[in-house]
T-cell receptor
Framework: NAGVTQTPKFHILKIGQSMTLQCTQD?????MYWYRQDPGMGLKLIYY???????DKGEVPNGYNVSRSTTEDFPLRLELAAPSQTSVYFC??????????????FGDGTRLSIL | GEDVEQSLFLSVREGDSSVINCTYT??????LYWYKQEPGAGLQLLTY?????DMKQDQRLTVLLNKKDKHLSLRIADTQTGDSAIYFC?????????????FGKGTKLSVIP
């Protein structure tokens, strides 16, 4: 049981380039989330999804896009990378909504540097 | 909007108790969580408490909730070097905000052998 798997673990991107961060989960969870974690800060929600075909913006969605074509996969796309997007990105999934006693399961993160 | 505040650092000796504090601002019914993040890893749920409870104990972990002061604490008994990590307090609201968790900035716990 792999849980939540993120790829790549590390990446360096040039300003203006695009890339997709991959996230997949094998727990059949409906809810999936993308967070960014900046140094010394808590996690900020970028986008979330409550099921295949349904996505919505979180607190800091600008500069990102997501899709949810399957229950398992929730990729995050950066279209025109900017230095302000240098961060650690975490994908998470949960069985039910955050307003519950069900935990969010986190991947190990993608460390992204934009130069 | 809601905000979750934590002190940034805590240092304790191995075998002592650790107490990590958190304050939150939302007064509606809510779930409050403690997550642990080890270096290079994602967050792992340690425990949670619902806002109608005052205390919850789970082995070495004790969560205390003071609703009047909107203060939450996590006590780790007999702290071990393996407890060294960053601990995040998080809050989930009912209603329109129920799809989001609000995280504090995290408290870095250092355990001195």
């Amino acid at each position: 049981n792999a849980g939540v798997t993120q790829t790549p673990k590390f990446h360096i991107l040039k300003i203006g380039q695009s890339m997709t961060l991959q996230c997949t989960q094998d727990m059949n969870h409906n809810y999936m989330y993308w967070y960014r974690q900046d140094p010394g800060m808590g996690l900020k929600l970028i986008y979330y999804s409550v099921g295949a075909g349904i996505t919505d913006k979180g607190e800091v969605p600008n500069g990102y896009n997501v899709s949810r074509s399957t229950t398992e996969d929730f990729p995050l796309r950066l279209e025109l990378a900017a230095p302000s997007q240098t961060s650690v990105y975490f994908c998470a999934s949960s069985y039910s909504s955050p307003y519950s006693n069900q935990p969010q399961h986190f991947g190990d993160g993608t460390r992204l540097s934009i130069l | 909007g809601e905000d979750v505040e934590q002190s940034l650092f805590l240092s304790v000796r191995e075998g002592d108790s650790s107490v990590i504090n958190c304050t939150y601002t939302d007064s509606s019914s809510t779930y409050l969580y403690w997550y642990k993040q080890e270096p290079g890893a994602g967050l792992q749920l340690l425990t949670y408490i619902f806002s109608n409870m005052d205390m919850k104990q789970d082995q070495r972990l004790t969560v205390l909730l003071n609703k009047k002061d909107k203060h939450l604490s996590l006590r780790i008994a007999d702290t071990q070097t393996g407890d060294s990590a960053i601990y995040f307090c998080a809050e989930s609201m009912s209603g329109a905000g129920s799809y989001q968790l609000t995280f504090g900035k995290g408290t870095k716990l250092s355990v001195i052998p």
